[in-house]
């Protein structure tokens, strides 16, 4: 069974509004990484955040990790028409260990 | 830029046919993956390549084989397509340091008929 699980399956928003994503998981893990995925292409990778930390930033997109309630957020600032695609969590239970990713969120943005 | 690259984008085949995805890399990644992508059902891992000729079942490696000869390149391998099959593959590499992330190819979308 998938470890991650993200909310909302489907998310739409106007040009410059944020978008949060959700991501839970059920067992403990050593990180969890965030993917994007533009509509019929592969995976891209955007941000990976350690079981020992608590938030990441990059440019603008903000991560939170809380492993006491297993789960992550992904925050999307300022968001833009080319933000539109699916995101994926995907988390590693321990290190070296393979990847298990979510069923992703749709993201639109409408200009 | 770093590059994994996927032969095709879109395949069509019988039922019944021998099928070769092929993927290449050009980091000199030691780690390889293929997943299969299915609407509501994420990423599912088929099999993974730690090493050149080494090879690991996924969460879903039945109906498929790997090969493994060159460290650069990761054959995913349908014996036997059947319609069940027909899904986007997607190739990705990783280096052998613990953590690291995936960089993946543009997939292949296959059609089984």
């Known amino acids: 069974s998938q470890q991650g699980e993200e909310d909302p399956q489907a998310l739409s928003i106007q040009e410059g509004e944020n978008a949060t994503m959700n991501c839970s998981y059920k067992?403990?893990?050593?990180?969890l990484q965030w993917y994007r995925q533009n509509s019929g292409r592969g995976l891209v990778h955007l941000i990976l955040?350690?079981?020992?930390?608590r938030e990441k930033h990059s440019g603008r997109l903000r991560v939170t990790l809380d492993t006491s309630k297993k789960s992550s957020s992904l925050l999307i600032t300022a968001s833009r028409a080319a933000d539109t695609a699916s995101y994926f969590c995907?988390?590693?239970?321990?290190?070296?260990?393979?990847?298990?990713f979510g069923e992703g969120t749709q993201l639109t943005v409408n200009p | 830029d770093v590059k994994v690259t996927q032969s095709s984008r879109y395949l069509v085949k019988r039922t019944g046919e021998k099928v070769f995805l092929e993927c290449v890399q050009d980091?000199?990644?030691?780690?390889m993956f293929w997943y299969r992508q299915d609407p509501g059902l994420g990423l599912r891992l088929i099999y993974f390549?730690?090493?050149?000729?080494?090879?690991e079942k996924g969460d879903i490696p039945e109906g498929y084989s790997v090969s493994r000869e060159k460290k650069e390149r990761f054959s995913l391998i349908l014996e036997s397509a059947s319609t069940n099959q027909t899904s986007m593959y997607l190739c990705a590499s990783s280096s052998r340091q613990p953590n690291e992330k995936l960089f993946f190819g543009s997939g292949t979308q296959l059609s089984v008929l």
């Open positions: 955040i350690r079981s020992n930390e």
């Open positions: 980091m000199d990644h030691e780690n």
């Open positions: 390549s730690y090493d050149v000729k080494m090879k």
């Open positions: 067992t403990s893990i050593n990180n």
């Open positions: 995907a988390t590693r239970r321990t290190s070296g260990s393979r990847l298990t």
